[in-house]
């Protein structure tokens, strides 16, 4: 019944981690949905390298678009470029990472193919329907699609990306002659330029280890000269609390929790950092939780796999000294 869609996200050509982990959703609901093949669509600048590299993972057909319109992510003509892709290829699923641009652009999607939407799928049930946080995480909701389109973003911890697989051949660009409406001149905004953060530590959302900060380091210094050298010990990326961002300790993008970033790295230590339930949920599913706080009631250590209580004053550069002298 129809094709299951995939929104390849890319940088240049360079394909998300997250985007297989995408793939390896669409694998899932393959069978449940009793969709045929798995096609993508790839757009933007480098698009084609992107969709050739994801033909290695099985997907039978991938359309790519390096149109100027697709230069600079904009949800509007992407939305309607997927939802053409989507039309061509005969899909009647989209499944895309629940990045920014997917959790933007995906609802957009949603509307032009009249499609039942599930966002932030962290698990697929053999009959379909689907699992996805609510409240912070504190409920998981069992979610099923009942229209005979469906759309749906997944978070990229939640499934192991796919591996390599015989696939498809059939690689070729998106024709954009079927919607006139993407011509248009934009409604809403453009993208004027970026500036991209230059950073040497791994990416917050891909790193292996996170080592991330609270109100507790009490300043940006603080911050600087406690959490930063305990993560390049490791070869961390740095995260915060919402509380350290917003008392500017840390840079917005380095924020984890609902309203931050999802990170489920091998190794999470936090450093002064209380537990709340909206900084749970963008670290709980890590694999092993290392807290330090004075504190020993706070809600941190109920998730913690190993706990110090002690001021993260004296305990975090002696910690950040015994990893240096284990590396040399
Ligand atoms: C809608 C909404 C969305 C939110 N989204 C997020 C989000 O995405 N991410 C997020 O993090 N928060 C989020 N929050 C905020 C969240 O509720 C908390 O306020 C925030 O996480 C607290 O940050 P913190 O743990 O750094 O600070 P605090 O709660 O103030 O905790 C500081 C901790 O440091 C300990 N401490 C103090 N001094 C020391 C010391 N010397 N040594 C060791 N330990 C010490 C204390 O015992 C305390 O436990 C959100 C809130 C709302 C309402």
Redesign the pocket.
């Given at each position: 019944m129809g094709n299951i869609l995939l929104f390849i996200q890319h940088v240049d050509g360079k394909v998300l981690k997250g985007t297989l982990s995408a793939l390896a959703a669409a694998r899932e609901l393959k069978v449940p949905w009793q969709a045929e093949q798995i096609v993508g669509v790839a757009l933007g600048s480098g698009a084609q390298v992107a969709a050739k590299e994801m033909l290695g993972y099985g997907l039978t057909s991938v359309r790519y678009s390096e149109n100027g319109l697709f230069e600079k992510y904009r949800a509007e003509p992407y939305a309607r470029a997927i939802a053409l892709a989507a039309k061509e290829l005969s899909a009647t699923s989209v499944v895309a990472l629940a990045s920014s641009s997917g959790k933007d652009a995906l609802p957009r999607v949603a509307v032009l193919l009249e499609a039942a939407q599930a966002s932030d799928v962290i698990g697929v049930n053999p009959d379909g329907s689907l699992r996805r946080p609510m409240y912070a995480g504190n409920i998981i909701a069992e979610v099923e699609l009942l229209a005979p389109t469906r759309v749906v973003t997944v978070r990229s911890t939640a499934f192991s990306p796919a591996t390599l697989e015989v696939g498809g051949s059939e690689c070729s660009e998106l024709g954009l002659a079927g919607d006139p409406e993407l011509h248009e001149q934009p409604r809403f905004g453009e993208i004027v330029g970026y500036e991209m953060s230059k950073a040497d530590r791994p990416e917050l959302s891909d790193a292996a280890v996170v080592v991330s900060g609270?109100?507790?380091l009490g300043s940006a210094e603080n911050f600087e000269k406690v959490v930063y050298p305990l993560a390049d010990s490791l070869g961390a990326a740095i995260g915060a609390?919402?509380?350290?961002v917003d008392s500017g300790y840390a840079p917005n993008d380095w924020?984890?929790?609902?309203?931050?970033k999802v990170v489920a790295p091998n190794l999470y230590i936090s450093v002064?950092?209380?537990?709340?339930?909206?900084?749970l949920?963008?670290m709980k599913d890590s694999k092993v939780i290392v807290a330090?706080?004075?504190?020993p009631d706070?809600p941190?250590f109920e998730v913690a796999d190993y706990g110090l209580v002690?001021?993260?004053?004296t305990v975090a550069p002696e910690l950040t000294e015994k990893l240096r002298g284990l590396r040399s």
């Open positions: 609270g109100r507790a609390s919402r509380a350290a924020q984890v929790g609902q309203t931050g002064g950092i209380s537990g709340a339930i909206q900084h949920a963008g330090i706080n004075k504190d706070a941190i002690a001021d993260l004053f």
